[in-house]
T-cell receptor
Framework: DAGITQSPRHKVTETGTPVTLRCHQT?????MYWYRQDPGHGLRLIHY???????DKGEVSDGYSVSRSKTEDFLLTLESATSSQTSVYFC??????????????FGNGTRLTVT | EDKVVQSPLSLVVHEGDTVTLNCSYE??????LLWYKQEKKAPTFLFML????IEKKSGRLSSILDKKELSSILNITATQTGDSAIYLC???????????FGKGTHLIIQP
């Protein structure tokens, strides 16, 4: 699994509570990504990082924040969870800008349910 | 805004059949097109295509890119039940903002 660990694997939380998902990699890759996957929408980019403390927004960033204080860890925080954030969250990494010779590799996902 | 459209969205065939999955795209500064297979967990990488007309092949799976038509196909011959999965197409531009994915084709192979 390209040395990517996501935690927790499953989480159920209540509306309005903060939630933090963790992605840990052992590949020393520069680029890290958070995607969410929902039926009918495919994979959509939330936030990404191109280095320690360097992050940027993706397509569906509202309601989410990220932090990357170390190369190996990329955290996704839902400040106040809503039912629309119920989804499967995937972390992905790449050694270079994703492209020739550098496909994204994915973690096993975190299934988040907001009740 | 980059866009990837896959068709069909779902497909049911019998074991032994050949299937063709389609992917079309609109992307600024196209760099590569990738195919992934997703079973129960993480998407796993199948192919990366950057040049038109050059077929990539792995066993019963093959894929080709047509940059003039802004599209790609993924062929699976002699399908097996283990080929049942969601097949995802993604395109990458020149930026660091990852890949843009299509909604996927849900392929079901019946015995």
């Amino acid at each position: 699994d390209a040395g990517i660990t996501q935690s927790p694997r499953h989480k159920v939380t209540e509306t309005g509570t903060p939630v933090t998902l963790r992605c840990h990699q052992t590949e020393n890759h520069r680029y890290m990504y958070w995607y969410r996957q929902d039926p009918g929408h495919g994979l959509r980019l939330i936030h990404y990082s191109y280095g320690v403390k360097d992050t940027d927004k993706g397509e569906v960033s509202d309601g989410y924040s990220v932090s990357r204080s170390k190369t190996e860890d990329f955290l996704l925080t839902l400040e106040s969870a809503t039912s629309s954030q119920t989804s499967v969250y995937f972390c992905a990494i790449s050694g270079m800008i994703p492209g020739p010779n550098s496909p994204l590799h994915f973690g096993n996902g975190t299934r988040l349910t907001v009740t | 805004e980059d866009k990837v459209v896959q068709s069909p969205l779902s497909l049911v065939v019998h074991e032994g059949d050949t299937v063709t999955l389609n992917c079309s795209y609109e992307v600024t500064n196209f760099r590569s097109l990738l195919w992934y297979k997703q079973e129960k967990k993480a998407p796993t990488f199948l192919f990366m295509l950057t040049s038109s007309g050059i077929e990539k092949k792995s066993g019963r799976l093959s894929s080709i890119l047509d940059k003039k038509e802004l599209s790609s196909i993924l062929n699976i011959t002699a399908t097996q039940t283990g080929d049942s999965a969601i097949y995802l197409c993604a395109v990458g531009g020149k930026g660091a903002d990852g890949l843009t994915f299509g909604k996927g084709t849900h392929l079901i192979i019946q015995p």
